[in-house]
C-alpha cells in the first residue's frame, strides 16, 4: 500500500508542476498590461487554483506515505 501512496503522490505532484507551468505561460502571455505581470497578480490568479489543489493533495499524499513507513 505504502508503494501506491508514493507513486499516486509524485504522479499528483509532477503533473500539479507541470501543470502550473503552463499555466504561467497562458497567464503571461494574456496579460496586456506590465502591472498584470507582478508575481502577486501571477500566483493569486484563479486559473491557478486546480494545479495548488493537486500539488497540495500530492504533498498530503507523500507524507501520509512516510508516515506509515
Do not use: C, H
Amino acid at each position: 500500500m505504502e508503494p501506491i501512496l508514493s507513486f499516486t503522490a509524485v504522479a499528483l505532484l509532477v503533473i500539479g508542476l507541470i501543470g502550473q507551468g503552463f499555466e504561467f505561460r497562458k497567464i503571461r502571455t494574456s496579460a496586456m498590461r506590465d502591472e498584470d505581470l507582478s508575481s502577486k497578480n501571477m500566483f493569486t490568479n484563479k486559473r491557478n487554483l486546480r494545479w495548488y489543489v493537486l500539488i497540495g493533495a500530492g504533498l498530503a499524499l507523500w507524507y501520509a506515505g512516510n508516515m506509515f513507513s
